[in-house]
């Protein structure tokens, strides 16, 4: 058992609009008044045991627990606690679960309201979950057939390919042995004084934390915490758990066959044991830094993947910490088919190679800085509407990962002070000290060919090092070409619903625009673009084309930009592009915030008036292709949305996917010759909605689809279906 134990009160403040502390028994508690929704409280009981605490005739008493206690308690039987869930407005199920993990067990109620008598309430039921379960035998009994039915329910490929690749990275520690939901043969023989004895050893006070965040006064949740939980027993103080000593060292490599797995994985790894971290600025300054090394690599493993003849379809660089588990890992790791994976393995290593080798760009690392700093200003405007349901949650992770709390205020602060003083030399050094480890652990997973093994992926590996590679820079692109798309033309016909509140214009060459102002979710915006007739028009014959177009479109990029360089040139703002074809048109959309509305606007009116068709766009969508008739072929997921569909639709056309091969004999000049004509003339409507100025959402849409040559295409004759 692990006792929670970032300092409050150290170099990092909490939330200042939190109230923090502990009860005399040890108890943390964390209360976050929140209005959103008005009235709703969200509660968390976190109990610092998991997986981990568990020995090896153990393994999966702390996910039995977490089942026992909805089964009976010293206050409430099974049916008592039903009755009093719903006397309280909650559902069992939706307002009340629980999870386990490797290190923490979370309890979870979602209160309609936080009257003093639901508090109350709602903190005796958290008390007999730390101190009060019956452990009944004959409950026992039932929920271990509910738990071996769950052990086989997750027993899926990907669950088992998570396990093989724990127990390669992490040998000589048991991480890799104990995965939350138990094993077979455990749970099978699982007594009640085995669960009982865990019980007692680590459901204890000072081993876990209630999370309150809501519509509540602080001062009254103390109150009622200590009254209903304040005199239960603190419990033996407690020694970090020991999970065993890491041992990788070397090159080593592993491979992990299962045909069900919908893709093949290639990656290099670096492992490093970590002993006695604890959450301060200087941690939180290296982790910045590594999000800006690992952003800068990713960015570069994702123009390889869009290369011809490209050995993988996707990558990307990552550092893990999990301070609990005592363990960060430095990962490339590449999505591939069987036949590319030594070839992957060389990809890998020459970018892994390059990265330690050639100091980033100060371009690079800019782009780096203001995507990552957008992310932190994005997530702080949206707390300003973020439902207490979800405040909670980020608390739990945090209190889970040994994280002092603090605001989204000074996260942003931080990080932008942090980022301020970085060079592009200190990013480079960084990244390389985290595969400072001398350890290299080569994995590979998937529907591998029987030649691919542990030695020719070792040998990939090893040859690739031996071979001379050149690393050329790619050029960085700053500044969009689609910005003037001529004079705007008059407005013809606007209307106001006040019922609705929708704002309604008609522009002199026929495109309409609609305004829905709402502050449902604070500074975001949804931009909808509806043009021409879309699967109305499929050619007939062409089967598929739609889907082949959805895939394509976007990754075809602008004639003077491609989608890759529209990364680096909006890097640091928030927008966003999707297309896709529906029944009577077909939609070009969006996610942005109200300060770069203009440039998701700039950007769909690009792909109207500018789209490249480009073999990118065909290179990417076959990637997706090989993916789901993959999926289709190894999961029942993706054989009922294909096969299914069809069958209960009465084999429309227009549903499910014609054979693989007509799929990947699609070129972008069908893409082009289906609908540039739609693109050029067809009828066009806007639709934004969001946190928005109506005025300045007007004049955004005005001079840029505004501008738009006249639109002659009539809409189609059944506009307002759904789309597919």
Same mark, same amino acid.
């Given at each position: 058992?692990?006792?929670?134990?970032?300092?409050?009160?150290?170099?990092?403040?909490?939330?200042?609009?939190?109230?923090?502390?502990?009860?005399?028994?040890?108890?943390?508690?964390?209360?976050?008044?929140?209005?959103?929704?008005?009235?709703?409280?969200?509660?968390?009981?976190?109990?610092?045991?998991?997986?981990?605490?568990?020995?090896?005739?153990?393994?999966?008493?702390?996910?039995?627990?977490?089942?026992?206690?909805?089964?009976?308690?010293?206050?409430?039987?099974?049916?008592?606690?039903?009755?009093?869930?719903?006397?309280?407005?909650?559902?069992?199920?939706?307002?009340?679960?629980?999870?386990?993990?490797?290190?923490?067990?979370?309890?979870?109620?979602?209160?309609?309201?936080?009257?003093?008598?639901?508090?109350?309430?709602?903190?005796?039921?958290?008390?007999?979950?730390?101190?009060?379960?019956?452990?009944?035998?004959?409950?026992?009994?039932?929920?271990?057939?509910?738990?071996?039915?769950?052990?086989?329910?997750?027993?899926?490929?990907?669950?088992?390919?998570?396990?093989?690749?724990?127990?390669?990275?992490?040998?000589?520690?048991?991480?890799?042995?104990?995965?939350?939901?138990?094993?077979?043969?455990?749970?099978?023989?699982?007594?009640?004084?085995?669960?009982?004895?865990?019980?007692?050893?680590?459901?204890?006070?000072?081993?876990?934390?209630?999370?309150?965040?809501?519509?509540?006064?602080?001062?009254?949740?103390?109150?009622?915490?200590?009254?209903?939980?304040?005199?239960?027993?603190?419990?033996?103080?407690?020694?970090?758990?020991?999970?065993?000593?890491?041992?990788?060292?070397?090159?080593?490599?592993?491979?992990?066959?299962?045909?069900?797995?919908?893709?093949?994985?290639?990656?290099?790894?670096?492992?490093?044991?970590?002993?006695?971290?604890?959450?301060?600025?200087?941690?939180?300054?290296?982790?910045?830094?590594?999000?800006?090394?690992?952003?800068?690599?990713?960015?570069?493993?994702?123009?390889?993947?869009?290369?011809?003849?490209?050995?993988?379809?996707?990558?990307?660089?990552?550092?893990?910490?999990?301070?609990?588990?005592?363990?960060?890992?430095?990962?490339?790791?590449?999505?591939?088919?069987?036949?590319?994976?030594?070839?992957?393995?060389?990809?890998?290593?020459?970018?892994?190679?390059?990265?330690?080798?050639?100091?980033?760009?100060?371009?690079?690392?800019?782009?780096?800085?203001?995507?990552?700093?957008?992310?932190?200003?994005?997530?702080?405007?949206?707390?300003?509407?973020?439902?207490?349901?979800?405040?909670?949650?980020?608390?739990?992770?945090?209190?889970?990962?040994?994280?002092?709390?603090?605001?989204?205020?000074?996260?942003?602060?931080?990080?932008?002070?942090?980022?301020?003083?970085?060079?592009?030399?200190?990013?480079?050094?960084?990244?390389?000290?985290?595969?400072?480890?001398?350890?290299?652990? *080569?994995?590979?997973?998937?529907?591998?060919?029987?030649?691919?093994? #542990? !030695?020719? $992926?070792? @040998? =990939? %590996?090893?040859?690739?090092?031996?071979?001379?590679?050149?690393?050329?820079?790619?050029?960085?692109?700053?500044?969009?070409?689609?910005?003037?798309?001529?004079?705007?033309?008059?407005?013809?016909?606007?209307?106001?619903?006040?019922?609705?509140?929708?704002?309604?214009?008609?522009?002199?060459?026929?495109?309409?625009?609609?305004?829905?102002?709402?502050?449902?979710?604070?500074?975001?915006?949804?931009?909808?673009?509806?043009?021409?007739?879309?699967?109305?028009?499929?050619?007939?014959?062409?089967?598929?084309?739609?889907?082949?177009?959805?895939?394509?479109?976007?990754?075809?990029?602008?004639?003077?930009?491609?989608?890759?360089?529209?990364?680096?040139?909006?890097?640091?703002?928030?927008?966003?592009?999707?297309?896709?074809?529906?029944?009577?048109?077909?939609? *070009?959309?969006?996610?942005?915030?109200?300060?770069?509305?203009?440039? #998701? !606007?700039? $950007?769909? @009116? =690009? %792909?109207?008036?500018?789209?490249?068709?480009?073999?990118?766009?065909?290179?990417?969508?076959?990637?997706?292709?090989?993916?789901?008739?993959?999926?289709?072929?190894?999961?029942?997921?993706?054989?009922?949305?294909?096969?299914?569909?069809?069958?209960?639709?009465?084999?429309?056309?227009?549903?499910?996917?014609?054979?693989?091969?007509?799929?990947?004999?699609?070129?972008?000049?069908?893409?082009?010759?289906?609908?540039?004509?739609?693109?050029?003339?067809?009828?066009?409507?806007?639709?934004?909605?969001?946190?928005?100025?109506?005025?300045?959402?007007?004049?955004?849409?005005?001079?840029?689809?505004?501008?738009?040559?006249?639109?002659?295409?009539?809409?189609?004759?059944?506009?307002?279906?759904?789309?597919?």
């Amino acid at each position: 058992m692990d006792e929670i134990f970032f300092e409050v009160g150290g170099d990092i403040p909490t939330d200042s609009n939190a109230v923090c502390g502990v009860l005399d028994n040890g108890l943390h508690y964390y209360i976050l008044p929140n209005k959103e929704p008005p009235g709703k409280v969200s509660m968390r009981l976190f109990v610092g045991v998991g997986s981990l605490m568990e020995s090896d005739s153990q393994r999966g008493v702390a996910h039995f627990l977490e089942h026992m206690a909805f089964c009976g308690s010293e206050n409430f039987s099974q049916n008592d606690l039903i009755d009093e869930l719903h006397r309280m407005g909650m559902q069992s199920g939706y307002h009340t679960a629980a999870t386990t993990g490797f290190t923490e067990t979370v309890y979870r109620l979602e209160l309609p309201m936080g009257t003093r008598q639901m508090l109350n309430d709602a903190l005796l039921i958290f008390r007999d979950y730390l101190t009060g379960l019956k452990l009944a035998p004959r409950e026992l009994d039932l929920e271990r057939m509910v738990i071996l039915n769950e052990l086989r329910d997750i027993n899926l490929p990907k669950h088992r390919d998570m396990q093989a690749n724990y127990n390669f990275l992490f040998p000589g520690s048991i991480i890799g042995k104990r995965f939350p939901v138990g094993a077979e043969n455990a749970i099978g023989e699982m007594t009640v004084d085995d669960v009982r004895n865990f019980y007692k050893k680590f459901y204890t006070p000072n081993a876990s934390a209630v999370v309150v965040v809501g519509d509540v006064d602080p001062q009254m949740v103390i109150r009622c915490l200590k009254h209903t939980m304040g005199d239960i027993p603190p419990g033996r103080s407690s020694q970090p758990t020991d999970t065993g000593k890491i041992k990788a060292s070397g090159i080593c490599a592993n491979v992990y066959r299962d045909a069900e797995l919908p893709q093949v994985t290639v990656s290099i790894n670096a492992v490093e044991p970590l002993k006695g971290m604890r959450d301060s600025k200087e941690l939180r300054r290296k982790n910045i830094y590594d999000r800006v090394g690992n952003h800068v690599v990713t960015r570069r493993l994702e123009r390889l993947s869009k290369q011809p003849n490209a050995s993988f379809d996707a990558g990307e660089s990552s550092t893990t910490y999990s301070m609990r588990n005592g363990v960060r890992m430095t990962s490339i790791t590449l999505t591939t088919d069987g036949d590319r994976v030594l070839e992957a393995m060389r990809t890998a290593e020459k970018a892994l190679r390059m990265a330690m080798e050639t100091e980033f760009s100060p371009a690079e690392v800019e782009k780096a800085k203001a995507a990552i700093l957008k992310h932190y200003a994005d997530k702080l405007n949206q707390s300003k509407s973020k439902q207490s349901t979800k405040l909670a949650n980020r608390w739990v992770r945090a209190i889970g990962n040994n994280h002092v709390p603090t605001s989204l205020e000074w996260d942003y602060e931080f990080a932008k002070g942090v980022m301020a003083a970085m060079t592009s030399a200190d990013a480079w050094q960084a990244y390389r000290e985290r595969w400072a480890p001398t350890n290299r652990l *080569l994995y590979a997973s998937g529907n591998l060919p029987r030649n691919i093994g #542990e !030695l020719s $992926l070792h @040998a =990939a %590996y090893t040859k690739s090092q031996r071979e001379f590679s050149r690393f050329d820079a790619h050029p960085i692109a700053e500044t969009f070409a689609y910005k003037d798309f001529g004079k705007p033309g008059k407005i013809i016909l606007n209307s106001y619903d006040k019922e609705l509140n929708l704002y309604c214009y008609t522009f002199e060459n026929g495109v309409r625009l609609n305004i829905k102002p709402t502050t449902c979710e604070a500074g975001k915006v949804f931009v909808h673009v509806r043009f021409g007739r879309g699967l109305l028009t499929e050619p007939r014959g062409k089967e598929g084309l739609a889907k082949f177009a959805a895939w394509s479109f976007v990754e075809g990029g602008l004639d003077r930009h491609s989608c890759d360089d529209l990364q680096d040139i909006f890097a640091g703002r928030t927008w966003d592009v999707c297309f896709d074809v529906g029944v009577d048109a077909f939609i *070009l959309s969006g996610r942005t915030i109200r300060e770069d509305l203009d440039d #998701e !606007l700039m $950007l769909l @009116a =690009a %792909y109207i008036v500018d789209p490249a068709f480009s073999e990118a766009g065909a290179h990417e969508a076959q990637k997706v292709i090989t993916r789901v008739y993959s999926e289709a072929e190894s999961v029942i997921e993706g054989a009922s949305g294909h096969e299914g569909q069809q069958f209960f639709k009465n084999n429309s056309p227009f549903l499910g996917y014609p054979s693989q091969k007509v799929m990947t004999d699609y070129t972008m000049e069908d893409v082009r010759d289906w609908f540039v004509e739609e693109l050029r003339d067809g009828y066009i409507e806007i639709t934004i909605v969001g946190d928005v100025d109506v005025n300045r959402a007007f004049d955004g849409a005005h001079k840029t689809f505004g501008a738009l040559n006249a639109r002659t295409g009539k809409i189609a004759a059944t506009i307002g279906a759904a789309t597919m």
